[in-house]
């Protein structure tokens, strides 16, 4: 049986043409210059045939019995987009790192790209170029944005319809393979973006001879995917075989699933514990590390054995402590960051220590009880941020609201979250305060997208100090071309590279140690008038913060506790300055150790 049920099975002198189709009670391969061949109808509805001389650089479709031709769902490559032939790619790449084996996850410093706005050439090859300033600026795993084919010439990615192709605008499959060899050798991880929860709404040709969808879920994009219904068990293999193809056949260490809250499941064992196991099983040999995005912050995802170690995901997206850092960095209050308002700071202070903020409370923009208790998981179960695509992206501008501020505010809130004990990530261009905005874009068929540009522009108009008529054209490409970084900005002296730097060195050396012994449980945190302390105890030491992210001073209550880390502004036994962070180490000795 071949290693994934979904695209071309490629030996010595054939090739093995499959297509899952039980709406059709016929299909006809047609080949490029070569013509048509009838396709058997075997079990469970797959249609197969096999071809002689059919090698890489084949192009190929599929014909429906009303004559619609469609792409190849388990498509490796679409040379002339998603509505064009698939085409036989060779994925026999001949990798240089030989001995990777991944990192252990309390190394990781993630660094968030879109691989067509990260350089202007916007392609795999190009983002080796960069691989470099990476590894020198001390991040250790890139998040590559969703690549899976999708319509146009410009996405996000999460409109993507053929996942087993990365879309050719950014190159080969053989080039994404090169870039991911790359990273290796520096020692840098690769993480994928995946999309389990929805399709594009241009493209997607499955539901014309598969039931990839179901009436019985629904999500913010329409009918939900039918992992529990009737023929849904491809369905399920569809999605589970992705995770592992992504991990078996380029390498990459880990994936990261977007709004999981989304996937709806009634199985006895739901969609989501299956791709953890399988992706986790795909390549036991090596360090793999799965990562949630969750609106519903279910603690249950995230939940450590014994021995620390993740039973299903590694890690979650923590939106709660962007919000609060958001909050107190800018002064914004408007929508959902109401509710995590400067007027009570314990809420930073909970975020660092507990990971969630709402852990079953009420939360006033959602209007209903959010999150499960989350105090008991380590720091590490939560990857922290104060910019992401989401929360540039989703203002009308796109703007980078936090490099907008003051110096003295940045370096605070870069500070505090590069040296918790919880997982950074950066967004790119964020390490030397890039101003290139991240508004969303894409490139629909012409209807679909005056579609797209008029629910932005209602979107955003919901919005206080919005108008919804200043909002980018995500259709346009220019919109698209202003959104690339200008690594121009990098030569000469940048002080926040500089200190970004220095921040990620001292986590190196003394933050990681700590984070080895997988503790950090057990942590506390108060208020200092409107600063905060927190405190994690570790095995022989306990890691001390003392920030104040306010423009007024406030009266040191705690003292200057431990050996200093790091310094930012003034903080002294009597006082906590403005816009200050310490960051302290003191030596702890168990009883009985």
């Not at 009303?66 to 998603?82: I, K």
Request: glycine share 8%; net charge negative.
């Amino acid at each position: 049986m071949a290693r994934f049920d979904f695209g071309p099975v490629t030996t010595e002198n054939t090739t093995v043409f499959r297509l899952w189709a039980p709406l059709q009670e016929q299909v006809t391969l047609r080949i490029v210059d070569r013509g048509d061949l009838v396709m058997n109808r075997r079990y469970e509805g797959w249609h197969i045939v096999q071809v002689s001389d059919a090698g890489p650089g084949t192009q190929y479709g599929f014909v429906l019995a009303d004559g619609l031709v469609v792409p190849d769902p388990g498509s490796r490559h679409q040379p002339d987009d998603v509505h064009g032939p698939s085409e036989l790619a060779d994925l026999h790449y001949q990798w240089k790192c030989t001995q990777w084996y991944g990192r252990p996850w309390e190394e990781t410093v993630i660094y968030e790209l879109h691989v067509g706005t990260f350089t202007q050439e916007g392609t795999f090859l190009s983002a080796i170029d960069r691989l470099d300033h990476l590894r020198d600026l001390g991040v250790t795993a890139i998040q590559i944005m969703p690549i899976s084919d999708f319509p146009g010439r410009l996405n996000w990615g999460y409109d993507g319809v053929l996942p087993y192709a990365p879309d050719s605008a950014y190159g080969r499959p053989e080039d994404l393979q090169q870039l991911i060899d790359e990273a290796h050798l520096r020692g840098i991880c690769v993480f994928l973006d995946v999309v389990y929860n929805h399709f594009g709404p241009d493209g997607n040709y499955m539901p014309s001879y598969a039931p990839l969808f179901t009436n019985k879920h629904r999500t913010p994009w329409g009918n939900g995917l039918n992992f529990d219904g009737e023929q849904s068990k491809w369905v399920r293999e569809f999605i589970v075989q992705n995770a592992e193809y992504w991990i078996r056949e380029f390498k990459m260490d880990g994936l990261r699933l977007d709004a999981v809250h989304a996937i709806d499941d009634d199985s006895a064992r739901h969609i989501l514990h299956e791709i953890a196991d399988r992706a986790r099983a795909a390549a036991p040999e090596r360090h793999i590390h799965l990562i949630v995005e969750n609106e519903d912050n279910d603690a249950t995802l995230l939940e450590r054995n014994d021995d620390g170690r993740p039973f299903l995901y590694t890690a979650q997206w923590n939106d709660d402590i962007h919000h609060v850092l958001h909050v107190d960095g800018t002064g914004e209050t408007f929508g959902y960051y109401k509710d995590y308002a400067k007027d009570d700071p314990a809420k930073l202070g909970k975020a660092l220590a507990e990971g969630f903020v709402f852990q079953g409370q009420h939360m006033n923009y959602r209007g209903k009880e959010r999150g499960t208790p989350s105090a008991d998981l380590p720091p590490t179960a939560f990857i922290s941020f104060i910019q992401n695509h989401d929360q540039i992206g989703n203002r009308a501008e796109g703007d980078r609201v936090v490099a907008a501020q003051s110096r003295e505010r940045l370096k605070a809130l870069a500070a505090v979250y590069l040296l918790a004990p919880q997982i950074p990530m950066i967004f790119m261009g964020e390490e030397w305060g890039a101003r290139a905005p991240f508004p969303y874009f894409c490139d629909f068929a012409p209807e679909l997208n005056e579609k797209v540009r008029q629910g932005r522009r209602e979107e955003l108009s919901r919005l206080p100090c919005f108008d919804g008529d200043d909002a980018l054209d995500p259709t346009d490409e220019a919109t698209f071309r202003n959104a690339k970084l200008n690594w121009e900005e990098t030569s000469g002296v940048n002080e926040y590279l500089e200190l970004y730097r220095d921040l990620l060195s001292i986590r190196r050396k003394s933050i990681v140690p700590l984070l080895a012994h997988g503790a950090g449980r057990q942590a506390s945190y108060q208020t200092v008038g409107h600063a905060i302390a927190v405190s994690w105890r570790f095995r022989d030491n306990i890691l001390h913060l003392l920030a104040n992210l306010s423009s007024t001073p406030v009266t040191n209550s705690v003292g200057e506790q431990g050996v200093a880390l790091f310094n930012q502004g003034e903080v002294d036994r009597e006082q906590i300055g403005a816009w200050s962070v310490r960051w302290s180490i003191e030596e702890h000795k168990a009883p009985g150790g």
